[in-house]
């Protein structure tokens, strides 16, 4: 099966799953939060990546260990060995029977089923792409950054033909990306007020007429480090999923991450937005 992200995301709006749907019992990062997400009407996954001391890819987000294993220390230290022997906690902080993901693992069980967003992935470049292609899964995983010129040549030296979106809070960075030798799909972007140029119509239209995608995140991250004007899951379930999601869904905005998957779903559904 052959993945097209632009093909796609012209048939209706997609739907990203930040770390899968997680919650009660089931942790983030894991194959059973990814396959919730799926089940729940995402079209793609994000994917942590980190590395133990022993070299073993793992599915996790760096620097969580207290918060999500009751651990503290860093997994980077320790050998996979000791480390598959860890079991995530659940949201009252009591052990799950859920433990740490590889990446290989979670690329085979997914593979040809969804997209792919491997977050992470320039702290160990060589190593990831080399397990994305050995899996033949280059067209399934999408790649970002942002566009410092040391990212960007990561990019152009081990993942050029991954498609490749640039996180960008200005018009001019994507300029620079854009002048790289690389699989250029779109643009994420980040903005604090929804007057922000790079939330108007106008720019996205200009996107779109470049046969680029634009991708916005209505998680909520940190409530301090706003990410897309206050149109955010929050706002949506506690009450206005028009100010929260309808309104990115009618700026134009082809990809959105979310922290809730089936509440945007079937919000969107029912409104008649996603299919495109």
Sequence with gaps: MKFDLRDAASKRLLLV???????????????????TALAQGADMIEIDVDRTADGKLIVFHPGMERAFLGFNDSLRRHNWDFVKQLRYQNIDNVPTQFGIETLDDVLEEFKGKCFINVDKFWERPKEISDVIRSHGMTDQVLVKTGVQDKYLDI??????????????????????????????????????KDTDPLASPEFIEAQHLQDLLVWCNTIVYNYRRVLSGGHNDDTAVLGDPEKGWGWVADRGFDLIQTDRVLELALFLEKTGRRPR
């Design 17 to 35: 799953a930040h770390r899968g749907i997680w919650g009660g019992n089931i942790p983030c990062n894991t194959i059973p939060a990814y396959k």
């Design 155 to 192: 990019v152009e030296e081990f993942c050029a033909d991954m498609p490749y979106m640039a996180i960008v809070k200005s018009e001019t960075e994507i300029a620079v990306a854009r002048k790289r030798k690389i699989n250029y799909v779109g643009t994420e972007v980040l903005f604090e």
